[in-house]
């Protein structure tokens, strides 16, 4: 390295002691690679060949070239330029109008020869500035160009794991598939005798429940009976029946004795056994006259339970969801959530439904299924269970393909030189927020001082310049702005050794610029000869 | 006084004292020598008023002047009786929490003026209007009372940021102005006996020949205040701009680099934005001179100060402009945030300088900062101390380079009635209702005052104001606000401009892209070709638009606007010129053509196309998708040269112009002289000593006329030293000379004649140039015969001597 430098010094230090010779043989700001068309003392044709002036119109400080190639060291010409050769630097071309402005542009100085600023030639220094600064991008980029051999490397093996990975899962997805198939037809040829046995059992009951609810009713009946019969007389008379105002037919408030009448079948009064068909119109509405004065009816005792609830979910609105959903996402899997969530909801519906059976029907319930049909469920649930199982396998399966297919069908570069990103996130701290790149997801914001993360974009695609397509990625339909646009994001990548975001800025409002350095952008380096000579030409 | 004619009448007892403003304008003195009592009865006086046979009949009652040119009715005032002065009665208004219950009562004053043989009046700004006032009969009157106001409309008399209480009568015999001078709240009603005609119904008078003479109605409603009037009485466009001049003085001569391009945006975000959009201007070799900085660069909205973090080192910055011969602006808003580690907050307070509520305590109101004080503006030591927080020791970071822009000088106040302040709010004895539209003047003033101060007295100012009230022009430039990315909104800058023009206010420009919404390319294109040729050129934009630096919307358009404000830069000189001439005798800059063909009835409603001087005529593209325009070219028997291609077409006719997106549409007058500067660099600093090239554009009499002024471009020195060179230039005999305009005066300029190009010209045998020293010497030419265009080549004679070119 020291010996390719010394070089390189020597060989600058021998153009120059010829460059001053050179330098007087051409017109000012005229460029080595142009000087033949200035050849002194002879008529000068512009370079566009619109016309021939005499030579001593060549840089006389008047533009007679549509082109501007007579004046290439005024600043006559509009449309000139002037060529500064910066010794020990670059050599570069400024447009005319910045010769004799009084600001330096030529480090060199030669582009202001008569304006009276005064310039330092800084040429050297910056030929210094630039090799070293050229020499540590060159190392970087040596460096991060090694690192990308490896990550193309890694990125080649992960994704042949990846690929055979999804060949095996799509080998036993099909064993699976035939597996809920058969499960399928187990748990219903089990099904249907337990449906039976299930159904008969509850027929049994059901009847069962008829009988003790009639005879329920006529004790109802013969204690209403005594109970209106004030008098005890063995009928209930119209009066009787006349101060129980919730058996008002028209609900006016007042129970006439037309009313009544009718209600006890047009008769004045009955007897036990015509009360029997005059109670099938009345029980319904009757209210017994001791459990009027003591208990509140049922419903109401509802009415506090909601309230409790919603009480309970009023306080704890942040938490309360979120439990919620982690308690039961527990027993499930994560994904495709639709599905799940039908099925949950199927799951739940019958403990809320049955709370009202058994509340209405007290405290009698229905006896135990026997033996040989108990036997029979549990061989059904058996069956069901194996099929969720195998059905819940199956669903996993497809939601491992499904996740590799996308990981395989990403564009991760020419090599897949940025595979090693996905699902990885880069955080840059500024004196206000946190940045967080998560390449091929999200952009976002989050301060630092309390508050909620903003999504600055999400992953859109790649966005370089025709060429350099992967030197650019953009990050849109983020978070919508007041009166504006979508939050948007630019991210920049540049050769690093090292995986970090550098830099943010917002340039316009919403629309955010990332700096982010990767070695997987980093260029096959040119030998660092080749460079620094490319650059320091006279 | 110089046919200008003061009528302040005053009451006997009145109920309070009313707010007046003596001798407003510089040397303003009541000559009342000239008037001669010529007759005289029990109900009035008959009055000579000096030159011209003109006559003032006063009458008693009713109560009636009439201004009479012999035995014309020039004007009368109260001739409809409508002279009203209320004193009765009290009542109160209220506006959310706040009462209003007027301590001195109703105090409004009206007066009428009727306008015989007028159909067109003009002024009164500032309105989002065309240039032709229109009638307000069944409307609302046009309403001047400053105000921020949100997303202005268009074609509405509404009021908006300043108010200008001056209006020109034109017609083809008379131009005239009436100046209400009263800066309360004021709203204008406008009649005319001729506008609700139909074609037909004109026709039929015409006929029949027994029209009535048109006439134009003018009614003046102030909310309190006296009646003080200043009459103009013309008799030419010019005369009244003069007499205008004498009342509120001239426009304030800029800097030269303020004539040039300025790059604007709410908000350049730091210091390495701005070093980043000045290097752009560089890559993309677009010329510039100004950077601006809004609000956000302060610290918390305190003005004075600077972000500690965005901008830790302003001078570091400020200095990297100044390295390219640039400049920077940054806001000064008058509203002070309270807040007690604030230094100007507490000078303010401690020092009494606030404007106070209606009991005696500062008031406060929201604006950016949240709470905030009003500075008193009107009181003169409040103004001396707040010139003095410019001085560079006390203004940290600022240096010479560094201008000031007020913005939000209505005064805004967010929670205030009408996004302003109460009118019960106190400045001093008098209540803001009293002096409202004077605030901004006033803080424009104390700005101004303090950049030159700063430099002891040597550097011109440059203040950019929103607010303006008549006489606001002395102080610096007007911008028209918060204006939206629309066309209708490109279209309405020259009309608003050429109002504020015609009432003294010159340095005006409208934000350049729109200020609100974004802008399509090619609205932004033809924008900057537009405002390339108004007199204040600044793009601006709001904070929630996307970027738009010139070269963000590719290649091509990048050119465009390049050539656009390159044309701008070529042509600074004779904007100067022109300034000079506004500074001096207070002559608008951008004019309506009506100013120079004041007999011409077809320019009377333009508003679509201006003259820039006498010489420069523009018709700018603004309509969307435009493939062509028709440009009127006035005067019969002129012509105009097309000044891209030197195409020569006659006067007084509508010409169809084909356009290109590349078209800016602009003729240079034949029988005038224009100088450029051919040779566009990066800021019009960097081109102070180029060459100069001049444009001959020949009349059909092969005449040409036109001026060079040329001065150190940003001191005092033009005018208290004569440091200038002011040379009249002029083509006749076939011959073309430059001769000293101002013998009293001296300036050494390095720059010299570079160019001379003859529009209309015929081929010479040979071109002699002859200099003071008595050398001759041949001009090498070149004939376009085509266009009849002759070029010499090189004079190479310095621009401030006397020299002759002969063609033979």
Redesign the interface.
């Known amino acids: 390295m020291s010996c390719a430098l010394l070089l390189l010094l020597m060989s600058l230090a021998l153009a120059m002691g010829t460059g001053a010779a050179v330098e007087i043989q051409r017109p000012r700001g005229v460029p080595l690679s142009k000087r033949q068309f200035y050849e002194e003392n002879k008529p000068f044709t512009c370079l566009d060949g619109s016309s021939t002036i005499p030579f001593d119109r060549v840089n006389?400080d008047?533009c007679d070239c549509r082109d501007g190639s007579d004046e290439p060291g005024t600043?006559?010409c509009?449309n000139g330029s002037f060529h500064c050769t910066n010794a020990g630097f670059r050599p570069a071309f400024i447009?005319s109008?910045?010769i004799n402005?009084?600001?330096c542009d030529c480090c060199d100085t030669t582009d202001e020869y008569n304006s009276g600023a005064t310039c330092q030639n800084t040429c050297r220094e910056m030929g210094r500035k630039e090799r070293e600064s050229l020499q540590i991008m060159a190392e970087i980029t040596k460096e991060g160009f090694l690192l990308k051999q490896q990550l193309i490397h890694e990125a080649k093996r992960g994704q042949e794991d990846k690929q055979g990975k999804l060949t095996e899962l799509q080998g036993s997805k099909k064993g699976l598939e035939e597996k809920v198939e058969a499960l399928r037809t187990v748990k219903e040829t089990a099904e249907d005798p337990e449906k039976e046995a299930k159904e008969r059992h509850l027929k049994a009951w059901e009847e069962q429940k008829e009988l003790l609810r009639m005879e329920k009713d006529k004790t109802r009946m013969a204690e209403a009976f005594l109970e209106l019969d004030d008098d005890a007389d063995g009928y209930v008379s119209v009066a009787e029946l006349q101060s129980h105002l919730e058996l008002d037919p028209d609900s006016d408030g007042s129970l006439s004795e037309t009313e009544t009448q009718g209600l006890l079948g047009g008769a004045d009064k009955v007897d036990t056994s015509t009360f029997e068909t005059v109670w099938s119109g009345i029980k319904d509405k009757y209210l017994s006259e001791v459990s009027q004065g003591q208990s509140e009816p049922p419903a109401p005792v509802e009415t506090p339970q909601e309230e409790s609830r919603d009480f309970v979910s009023d306080h704890d609105s942040d938490h309360y969801p979120e439990d919620y959903a982690g308690e039961e996402e527990e027993d499930v899997e994560d994904d495709e959530e639709d599905d799940h969530d039908e099925e949950e909801e199927e799951e739940k519906v019958p403990p809320t439904v049955q709370t009202p059976e058994k509340r209405e029907d007290d405290e009698v319930s229905m006896p135990p299924y026997d033996t040989e049909t108990q036997s029979l469920i549990d061989a059904a649930q058996k069956a069901r269970d194996d099929f969720d199982e195998a059905e819940r396998a199956l669903r996993e399966v497809d939601d491992q393909m499904k996740n590799l297919e996308k990981e395989i069908g990403f564009d991760f570069g020419p090599s897949a030189e940025f595979a090693y990103l996905y699902s990885q996130c880069y955080e840059l701290s500024t004196?206000e927020y946190i940045y967080r790149l998560c390449p091929f997801n999200r952009v976002s914001q989050k301060p630092k001082f309390g508050g909620s993360e903003t999504n600055l974009g999400l992953w859109g695609q790649w966005a370089g310049p025709e060429g350099n397509l992967y030197s650019v990625m953009k990050y849109d339909h983020g978070q919508g702005?007041?009166?504006?646009?979508n939050r948007s994001t630019t991210v920049k990548l540049t050769c690093g050794k090292e995986t970090v975001v550098t830099s943010t800025?917002?340039?316009?409002?919403?629309?955010y610029l990332m700096e982010f350095t990767t070695p997987a952008v980093c260029q096959e380096p040119a030998s660092l000869d080749e460079v620094l000579h490319g650059h320091t030409e006279l | 006084q110089d046919s200008t004619w003061v009528s302040q009448l005053s009451e006997r007892l009145p109920v309070h004292y009313r707010v007046s403003f003596p001798c407003f304008g510089p040397g303003l003195i009541s000559h009342l020598n000239d008037l001669s009592l010529l007759s005289q009865d029990e109900n009035g006086v008959v009055l000579s008023l000096g030159a011209d046979s003109q006559w003032l009949i006063v009458s008693a009652k009713p109560f009636r002047l009439d201004i009479m040119e012999g035995r014309e009715v020039l004007l009368s005032l109260n001739s409809r009786g409508l002279l009203t002065a209320k004193e009765d009665g009290m009542w109160e208004e209220t506006f959310k929490s706040h009462t209003d219950n007027k301590p001195n009562g109703p105090s409004s004053i009206s007066l009428d003026f009727s306008l015989p043989g007028v159909e067109h009046v003009y002024g009164i700004p500032e309105h989002a209007d065309s240039l032709k006032l229109k009638t307000t009969d069944g409307g609302d009157p046009y309403r001047l009372f400053n105000l921020d106001v949100f997303q202005y409309e268009l074609f509405n008399p509404m009021a908006l940021y300043g108010a200008i209480p001056v209006m020109l009568s034109h017609s083809a015999q008379r131009t005239m102005g009436i100046f209400w001078l009263n800066a309360a709240e004021t709203w204008v009603d406008i009649s005319s006996n001729t506008a609700g005609k139909t074609v037909f119904g004109q026709m039929l008078d015409y006929v029949q020949g027994s029209s009535e003479t048109p006439q134009t109605d003018v009614r003046w409603i102030s909310e309190s205040g006296i009646i003080d009037v200043f009459i103009m009485l013309g008799p030419t466009p010019t005369d009244v701009f003069s007499q205008y001049a004498s009342l509120t003085g001239t426009q304030a001569f800029p800097p030269l680099s303020a004539l040039a391009y300025h790059q604007c945006r709410w908000n350049y975000n730091d210091q390495e934005d701005v070093a980043a959009v000045d290097q752009g201007f560089d890559e993309h070799d677009i010329p510039y001179d100004f950077i601006w900085l809004d609000i956000e660069h302060t610290d918390g909205k305190r003005y004075f100060t600077w972000d500690p973090h965005k901008f830790p080192q302003p001078k570091d910055m400020l200095q990297g402009l100044m390295d390219k011969r640039r400049k920077m602006v940054t806001i000064v808003d008058p509203h002070i945030k309270v807040d007690s580690s604030y230094k100007i907050h507490n000078e303010i307070r401690s020092k009494g300088f606030y404007v106070k509520n209606k009991d005696g305590g500062d008031y406060e109101g929201w604006c950016w900062p949240g709470n905030s004080g009003y500075p008193d503006f009107t009181n003169p030591e409040m103004r001396a101390w707040w010139a003095s927080m410019f001085a560079y020791d006390q203004y940290e970071g600022s240096m010479e380079n560094m201008y000031t822009w007020n913005d939000m000088n209505e005064p805004s106040v967010f929670n205030g009635p009408e996004v302003t302040m109460h009118k019960d709010a106190l400045h001093g004895n008098w209540e803001n209702r009293d002096l409202h539209n004077l605030y901004g003047l006033y803080v424009q003033m104390a700005t101004a005052e303090g950049l030159i101060e700063r430099s002891g007295g040597v550097e011109r100012p440059f203040v950019l104001t929103r607010a303006f009230f008549a006489g606001s022009q002395r102080y610096g430039a007007v911008w028209t606000g918060d204006n939206t990315a629309e066309w209708e909104h490109l279209k309405i800058s020259i009309p608003m401009c050429l109002s504020l023009g015609l009432v003294g206010v010159s340095f005006c420009g409208a934000d350049v892209g729109g200020f609100f919404k974004s802008p399509s390319t090619e609205l932004l294109v033809r924008w900057y070709q537009t405002g390339a040729y108004q007199p204040f050129f600044r793009a601006h934009a709001h904070l929630d638009t996307p970027r738009r630096e010139p070269w963000l919307f590719g290649p091509e358009n990048t050119a465009l606007i390049r050539e656009a404000v390159r044309q701008r830069y070529a042509l600074l000189p004779y904007w100067y010129q022109l300034f000079y001439h506004a500074h001096h005798s207070g002559q608008p800059v951008m004019r309506p053509l009506w100013v120079e063909y004041p007999q011409d009835t077809a320019t009377f409603s333009m508003d679509d196309q201006f003259l820039l001087g006498r010489d420069l005529l523009v018709h700018p593209v603004t309509e969307e998708g435009g493939r062509g325009v028709t440009a009127y070219l006035p005067g019969k028997g002129e012509v105009w040269f097309d000044v891209h291609t030197f195409q020569k077409h006659n006067g007084a006719q509508n010409l169809y112009i084909p356009v290109t997106i590349s078209s800016i549409p602009v003729f240079q007058r034949g029988g005038s002289i224009i100088p450029r500067k051919a040779r566009v660099r990066r800021s019009s600093s960097c081109m102070e000593h180029d060459p100069y090239t001049l444009f001959v554009a020949l009349s059909p009499k092969r005449f040409a006329q036109g001026e060079l002024y040329i001065d150190d471009g940003h001191t005092f020195n033009f005018d208290k030293q004569k440091q200038f060179i002011h040379r009249r230039l002029s083509f006749a005999n076939k011959a073309l000379s430059s001769r000293n305009l101002a013998p009293g005066s001296q300036f050494i300029t390095p720059s010299w004649i570079e160019k001379i190009v003859i529009l209309g010209a015929s081929k010479p045998s040979k071109a002699t140039l002859k200099t003071p020293d008595g050398k001759e010497n041949l001009l090498e030419f070149e004939f376009d015969a085509s266009m009849s265009v002759l070029t010499l080549r090189k004079p190479g004679v310095n621009a401030g001597v006397d020299w002759t070119v002969v063609l033979q």
């Open positions: 006389d008047y600043a006559a509009p447009p109008s910045r402005d009084g600001i004196s702005c007041w009166q504006g646009p800025s917002e340039p316009s409002r919403c629309e």
